[in-house]
């Protein structure tokens, strides 16, 4: 049987695994907390002969994510054209 290592837990963020043991083609899924996001979309991995595959397990975390409160859009009265109809 091939076992992968515990996927380690990102920071901020969790990793919730099925079953037990991670055996090969079990999955772990990847959740960042409130206001944080996994910058590459990676949500879900799977155990394979070679671990994890080409995912490096350390780097992996998730990362505050950008929130926009304000758009202010300036634009000179010059550059605004009004059309009749």
């Known amino acids: 049987m091939v076992y992968c290592q515990p996927f380690p837990w990102p920071k901020n963020g969790q990793v919730t695994c099925s079953g037990g043991e991670v055996l090969y083609g079990h999955t772990c899924d990847i959740t960042c907390n409130a206001g944080y996001e996994l910058p590459n979309d990676l949500t879900i991995v799977t155990c394979m002969q070679s671990g994890y595959g080409s995912v490096d397990t350390g780097s992996i975390s ?10 202010h859009v300036y634009l000179p009265l010059y550059q605004l054209s009004f059309c009749k109809t």
């Open 62 to 71: 998730c990362q505050r994510r950008f929130k926009l409160n304000y758009l």
